[in-house]
């Protein structure tokens, strides 16, 4: 199949992961090259429980999973001979030879933001610039992360490629978890997801009669956003991936006021369960959804309530659902990586 390639290897780190957007990128990838019959192994640290299904290897001697992809990973792959390491989730060894490297924003080079902990924002600025050079191939999500890798590493626009998000094609759906009417905001402890920006309008929310149920991440990496205690709010932990869908397939609309991200899963998924989406006018949402979401303006206080209003008179067409499930598909993304790693 290639001509120089004869071992793709996948960093597992993830598998250690709550499954957020770029763990749910690389799941979406890999069960995309099982379909294709691609041949890969997915390398994870020995304290990792195997995933059914996977090709996977546990490596190494470090039960940290951060020690492990700096250290274990590389001493691995590099002895390896006409191999590739594929790394999907943002993170990657500094020192592996061959590798390609997945860059899904630049959340943690955004100026005057903590949106993450101290320590995480220090190692990935230390971290992404490094390996982004180093990298045979940048994969991104959008033309918007593409661009921002350019501008802000200066690398080279032909060595990055974009390979954009799918949709999960094996969607399961939990038994409704609320029964009255509500809007659903994803990510509540997470400030890049701009949760204290909905919850200056709880009042009003409760007015047009709605519920405003928050599901928060059990991640460590963020900085805290502080709980509101209000009788129309609802907070939830982090659900199992039935639980997810259901939250979004009866809820009302999706509320997605982020204030930076490199493409937006969520609101793809709402989209193509015809749930209605309300999301900030970042321009990563108008390239990759264009008119379907009702946008706001972030600094705008009352277009968020205007944005609410206009609820009634949105719809999401079969039509639309096939558009977006052609544009954004795992499997064409994997014919993609082929085609990038049959160039290399």
Known sequence: MFVSISKIYINGKFLTQQKTGVQAYALGMIEAMKRRNIPFEVLTPKSNLLFDGFNTKKIGFFSNSSFWEQWSLPLYVNRQSNSILINFCNSAPLFAI?????????????????WFSLGFRQWYRFLIP???????????????????????????SENIKIIPNGLNTNI????RQIQENYILLLG??????????????I?????????????????TVFNSVPKRVHPSIIYHNYTTEAQYYS???YAKALVYPSLYEGFGIPVLESLCLKTPVICS??????????NLP??????????????????????????????LTRKYSFDESVSLILKTLQEL
């Open 130 to 156: 490094r390996i982004a050079k180093s990298a045979r191939v940048i994969f991104t999500v959008s033309e918007f992360s593409r661009q921002e890798i350019i501008s802000h590493y200066k690398i080279d």
């Open 294 to 323: 009702i946008y706001f303006s972030t600094s705008n206080p009352s277009d968020f309530i205007h944005a609410l209003q206009r609820l009634h008179t949105a719809t999401i067409s079969d039509l639309d659902v096939e558009k």
């Open 247 to 249: 939250f979004i397939k």
């Open 98 to 114: 061959h590798q390609i490297v997945t860059i899904h924003d630049l959340a943690c080079e955004q100026k005057g933001f903590k």
């Open 172 to 175: 399961q759906i939990d038994n």
């Open 203 to 219: 009042n009003e929310i409760e007015k047009l009669g709605f519920k405003l149920v928050i599901l928060n991440s059990d991640q």
């Open 281 to 290: 006018d970042l321009l990563v949402f108008q390239e990759s959804f264009e």
């Open 188 to 201: 509540g402890n997470n400030p890049r997801k701009n949760t204290t920006g909905v919850l200056k309008h």
